[in-house]
């Protein structure tokens, strides 16, 4: 079966530093991957995707950036964090099911909160 | 564009009260409507699905018809348990498309 992780659950950067946060799919082939964010309260907003290695696509400017380096691995970057990037960070992955419509499934969650 | 409008929240229940939370979609084609839950501090996870008009996805105790006269796709549940309380998103996806569409949202709250 299909397995997504996503690491770490936690993390608390002070303003300025880089950042990592890096997603791993299991069990699949080229699946669609995405990052999430959800600020505290709201809703899901879709930062990146990927349809295949090395190709992202980029839903809003921001001083985030996303890499596909391998087939099944995702990662959500920046240079320097801003107070702003705090919020809880949502990987996702697809297939497209019966029908051909796209259906997510989605990892746990990593809670940034920049300081 | 493409749409999700879910209810309003913040929803507040007692326990086994019925459930309903409105979703209404604009689409330019023929979507797939899912409901998803986030429990506290985590993921989400796909609680119910349908693929065309006048399915019924349902799983524990909720429901959810695919109104095409009504571009709807209502979440019900005849009797909430307080382990029901989390966010529910609303969302759809179209043939070909490489993206969801999520609605904001609803916060319900269950008390005992």
């Known amino acids: 079966s299909q397995t997504i992780h996503q690491w770490p659950a936690t993390l608390v950067q002070p303003v300025g530093s880089p950042l990592s946060l890096e997603c791993t799919v299991e069990?699949?082939?080229?699946?669609?991957l995405y990052w999430y964010r959800q600020a505290a309260g709201r809703g899901l907003q879709l930062l990146f995707y990927s349809v295949g290695i090395g190709q992202i696509s980029s839903e809003v400017p921001q001083n985030l950036s996303a890499s596909r380096p391998q087939d099944r691995q995702f990662i959500l970057s920046s240079k320097k964090l801003l107070l702003s990037d705090s919020g809880f960070y949502l990987c996702?992955?697809?297939?497209?099911?019966?029908?051909?419509?796209?259906?997510?499934?989605f990892g746990q969650g990593t809670r940034l909160t920049v300081v | 564009g493409d749409s999700v409008t879910q209810m309003e929240g913040p929803v507040t229940l007692s326990e086994e009260a019925f459930l309903t939370i409105n979703c209404t979609y604009t689409a330019t084609g023929y979507p797939s409507l899912f409901w998803y839950v986030q429990y506290p501090g985590e993921g989400l996870q796909l609680l119910l699905k349908a693929t065309k008009a006048d399915d019924k996805g349902s799983n524990k105790g909720f429901e959810a018809t695919y109104r095409k006269e009504t571009t709807s796709f209502h979440l019900e549940k005849g009797s909430v348990q307080v382990s029901d309380s989390a966010v529910y998103f609303c969302?759809?996806?179209?043939?070909?498309?490489?993206?969801?569409?999520f609605g904001q949202g609803t916060r319900l709250t269950i008390n005992p």
């Open positions: 969302a759809l996806s179209l043939q070909g498309a490489q993206k969801l569409v």
């Open positions: 069990g699949t082939s080229n699946p669609n």
């Open positions: 996702a992955w697809s297939v497209v099911a019966g029908g051909g419509n796209t259906e997510a499934f």
